[in-house]
């Protein structure tokens, strides 16, 4: 059951208890209890909306920077990747397998701010060997949303 | 000056175009309308299937196939049928594929009906099974299956509806719009009634995959004691979500098979053969997307049927297909006032229950073919409707 209420929540956060306990032929208390738990053991760890910023004025740039990392004896790659992920300009921090070590994404205002971020924050770190950085060009989908385009239902309004 | 009127087959004209079109003409020309009017699957047919369409595309297999489809697409629908309900067909002599289940109806029946034949249709029902009857010179009559008994049909009510010129009963279950199916304890029943007669049964299993609940779907055919007087039809537009491809199929007895695939020869030739490349992935590989598909019309199902009887419209729970059926009877205005003010007042467009035959009236049909987020606002808005009726 929380693997299938989970899955709700992923798609819509905002389904409000009663929607999911009829969903899920369950009672509400239930969900709700359940809820809980799931906060309470940090499974569940926030809700987000999703946005389609590149249509808003204020929208802002983000790029995905490869970071290759000398590991330290002890920590291996943790003690750099808690150095990385307390900046507020970074949005995600991921150990990769393959050739290169942490996959970093980091948001800034204007090409430059990320630039100079990456520059100044990131390259400067004493056991990052190489920075390289990928700026987005265009967001297509956003955790499972499509951003291009509204879906469109090409149905009609009735079909008997 | 051709005079029209005298000229064109009066069997046809004197088929009346569905009463509702003038309603369904107005939903059209408005704006912004929440719609849970439409009968087909909103997902996109798994992209495995379309991959297959293509790749026999680029293979340049775009001949026609043989007349009763690709023979390894009948040696699949066999298995299938097999693998999900012990059903035997032998697929070089009991299988026919069709375009969509429609085509199956209609050469089914004109396989069986001689002109004054009558058939057996229970109404509230998909549209086509009176004016094909029609059309093939046969008579219909039907049964109006209630409310209180989960609009199944009684072994009373058919046996009332046979005469000495039956000819054939049409059981469509899982069935659109009511959501209603006949089990294997229904059906056993009825075969009580028919056991003594040649009356023929024309199952239209197309919603098979769509059943909810403890109970699988039974085919009318997987019953020992029908086997032999059933045309099973079936086909891929719901279970699969591929209306668009027209593909269906029709499995009995040799000696109707010959004769409708006959019909089947000279007006269709063979189904396209595209479709039925890519239906043989669909039954192949497509088990894990079937079930996807039903988990979801099932949470759907649940939230729909949840809305309606909170709103006030008692909604019995379907058990079948993808639509909800509520009664809308306590607001004292008939399915079409209903349909009609709905779409004015609150533009949601929902189907009145008489679009399926007269004993649709006092009931809407709503389809879960839809977002739960769509469907969520929809409800909403009837709610609104349904406590200004009240205010």
């Known amino acids: 059951m929380k693997s299938e209420l989970l899955k709700l929540l992923c798609r819509n956060a905002r389904y409000t208890n009663e929607e999911l306990a009829v969903m899920l032929g369950i009672d509400e208390k239930t969900i709700e209890k359940t809820i809980e738990e799931l906060e309470k053991d940090g499974i569940i760890r926030g809700y987000k909306a999703v946005i389609d910023w590149d249509s808003l004025d204020d929208a802002y740039v983000s790029a995905i920077v490869e970071l290759n990392v000398v590991p330290k004896a002890d920590l291996g790659f943790e003690e750099v990747a808690e150095k990385v992920m307390s900046y507020h300009e970074v949005e995600s921090v991921y150990l990769m397998s393959g050739s290169y070590d942490l996959n970093v994404v980091v948001k800034g205002k204007t090409l430059q701010d990320v630039a100079r971020f990456v520059a100044r924050e990131l390259a400067t770190i004493d056991s990052v060997t190489s920075t390289t950085t990928h700026f987005v060009m265009r967001r297509y989908k956003e955790m499972d949303v499509h951003l291009c385009d509204m879906e469109h239902d090409d149905r009609g309004q009735f079909l008997l | ?391």
């Open chain 2, 1 to 391: 000056m051709i005079d029209y009127g005298k000229i064109l087959n009066t069997t046809v004209t004197e088929i009346k175009p569905s009463g509702i079109r003038k309603f369904f003409d107005i939903a059209e020309t408005m704006e912004d309308v929440i719609s849970l009017g439409v009968g087909e699957p909103d997902f996109q047919t798994p992209w495995r299937i379309r991959k297959a369409g293509i790749n026999s595309l680029e293979r340049g297999k775009t001949k026609y196939s043989a007349n009763k489809g690709l023979g390894v697409l009948r040696v699949e629908i066999s298995r299938y049928l097999e693998r999900k309900y012990n059903l035997k067909y032998n697929p070089d002599t009991e299988i026919l594929v069709t375009v969509g289940g429609s085509e199956a109806i209609d050469s089914a029946i004109r396989a069986i009906v001689n002109f004054g034949d009558e058939v057996i249709i229970p109404q509230p029902s998909y549209v086509c099974y009176e004016p094909i009857t029609r059309l093939a010179g046969g008579v219909p009559v039907i049964i109006e299956t209630k409310a209180e008994n989960d609009f199944k049909v009684t072994p009373e009510e058919l046996r009332n509806a046979i005469s000495d010129k039956t000819k054939a009963l049409i059981l469509p279950y899982p069935c659109n719009p009511t959501g209603a199916v006949m089990e294997k304890d229904d059906l056993e029943a009825l075969y009580d009634v028919i056991k003594d007669t040649n009356i023929i049964v024309i199952s239209d299993e197309i919603y098979s995959e769509l059943t909810y609940g403890d109970a699988p779907h039974t085919p009318v055919a997987s019953l020992e004691c029908f086997y032999d007087r059933t045309i099973t039809i079936n086909g891929f537009s719901k279970a699969f979500s591929m209306t668009g491809w027209r593909l269906g199929y029709c499995c009995g007895p040799k000696e109707i098979l010959d004769q409708i695939t006959k019909i089947h020869q000279f007006n269709i030739m063979c189904a396209p053969t595209t479709s039925q490349y890519a239906a043989i992935e669909a039954l192949r590989n497509c088990d894990e997307d079937v079930e996807r598909m039903h988990e979801e019309y099932d949470r759907r199902r649940k939230l729909i049927v949840n809305g309606f009887n909170k709103i006030g419209l008692t909604c019995r729970e379907p058990k079948g297909a993808f639509y909800a059926f509520p009664c809308i009877k306590s607001t004292g205005l008939t399915s079409e006032e209903f349909c009609e003010r709905l779409l004015r007042e609150k533009k949601v467009a929902v189907v009145p229950g008489t679009a399926f035959g007269q004993g649709g009236e006092g009931f809407i049909r709503a389809s879960y073919c839809y977002s739960v987020e769509h469907i969520i606002k929809a409800l909403k808005r009837i709610e609104e409707f349904v406590n200004e009726l009240n205010a």
